[in-house]
Each structure stands twice: as C-alpha cells, then as structure tokens.
C-alpha cells in the first residue's frame, strides 16, 4: 500500500506550525519533493532516518523538526509533481505565521480559497487576488468559532488552531473524516489536545473542540505514524 502523501504533508506541517518535531514512518519521499521544498524554505529541517526496508521499497522514515521563526515564500500548486493542491490550504495556514509576506497561487483550482476568510477569523491577514492569496504573517493567531468548507480547509483549520492562542471550536469537521483516518487520535498522541464531539451517524454534526499546542520548544521528540 502506498502511503497517503497528503496526511504525511499535513503533519510534517503540524510539526511545524506548533514548533515540535514529528517522525513520520511509513512515507515515499519522492512523493514529497515538492512539498518538502517549500517547508525548507520557510526554515523546516527534514531529514531521512531510514533507508528503505526490502519488505517496503522506496518507503522511509523522516523527521521535521520547527524553524524558530518560519520564513515567508512563494509558492504555486500545480499538477503532480508541483505542489498538490491538496496541501495549499494547509501552507497558508503555515505562512500566516512567517514573519513577513507570502504569495500562494493555485492554478489547478483557482478559487479554492475557502479556508482564507475562517483563517481570518482566527487572526491571518489574507488578501484574495484572483487566483492568488497574499499572506501578511502575524506573530498568533487567536482561537475562535470556525466552519470548515471541505476537506482540505478542514485541515487547515485544525492546523491553525492547534497553533492559535486559545481555544477554538471547528464545526463542519465531518469533512475532514473523507480524507483523514483518526487524526484526532493522531494529534493527540502528539500532544494535541483535541476533542471530538457529536456523530456523523446521529442528529448533532460533530465539530472538534481545540486547545493550544502552538510554539513549544524542540527538546520533547514526538513521534507518529505516518
């Protein structure tokens, strides 16, 4: 089975956002170029600290360890093998902490910036320019009440309000469910303290309850799966 690469995207990002460290095994790091380039460029250090098995070839273990301060870039998503789509609402979650602007164009679906006006909410300066965002990083973001749009804003709200100061409360989180398996539980094992309320199955929508887990520093490894 192929390891999903958006999943291990999205948590090399926690990792970064919160200012941890996180081992992610199994991954196929040449799934991962493209993302991997631009975390590096806002100060992510990512290393290989495996090779790969015979029983799992072209599959290792890495480590993403937190810049002290997260640098701004540029960044556009575009088909495989650029930068997937599927992760742009999650770096823009990412940049409105760098310190200073960054630019995210998306050319395989313009106008899926949903995610902007919630991160927003929680304190992100973003400005929508066609098919293009401008990020003015802010030194925190701040907890608050936000609706997840789809899949991938659902990602990016959690990412931003584990890192918020405060607590937040995610509703609509439903949509994360179609592309994520139990991240709550994942994050949590990381340190994260999320809490899952109501059941898709019943009358009430499930929204996530988030404290903050945001900038701790690096001497505490944590460790998931990927």
Not at 110 to 122: G, I, T, W
Not at 141 to 146: D, F, I, T
Not at 179 to 185: F, I
Request: aromatic share 2%.
């Amino acid at each position: 089975m192929i390891p999903d690469r958006i999943e291990a995207a999205t948590l090399l990002i926690a990792a970064a956002i919160t200012g941890g460290q996180i081992d992610i095994s199994p991954v196929r790091p040449d799934h991962l170029v493209a993302v991997r380039e631009v975390l590096e460029r806002t100060g992510v250090r990512i290393e290989q600290l495996a090779t790969e098995s015979v029983s799992h070839p072209g599959q290792v273990t890495l480590r993403a360890t937190a810049p002290d301060v997260i640098a701004p870039t540029t960044l556009t998503a575009l088909p495989y093998p650029g930068v997937p789509t599927d992760i742009q609402a999650q770096l823009m979650a990412l940049l409105c902490l760098a310190d200073g602007i960054s630019v995210i164009t998306d050319k395989v679906f313009p106008d899926r910036f949903l995610h902007a006006a919630e991160l927003v909410r929680l304190g992100g300066r973003i400005t929508r320019e066609g098919p293009t965002a401008v990020i003015h990083g802010v030194s925190q973001l701040s907890g608050a009440n936000v609706m997840a749009g789809d899949l991938r804003a659902s990602a990016a709200l959690v990412l931003a309000t584990l890192a918020a100061s405060g607590p937040s409360t995610i509703r609509r989180i439903y949509h994360l469910d179609r592309g994520y398996q139990r991240l709550d539980d994942k994050l949590n094992l990381l340190g994260a303290d999320v809490t899952r309320t109501g059941d898709s199955r019943g009358p009430s929508p499930p929204h996530w309850d988030i404290g903050t887990t945001a900038r701790t520093d690096h001497s505490g490894r944590r460790v998931a799966g990927g």
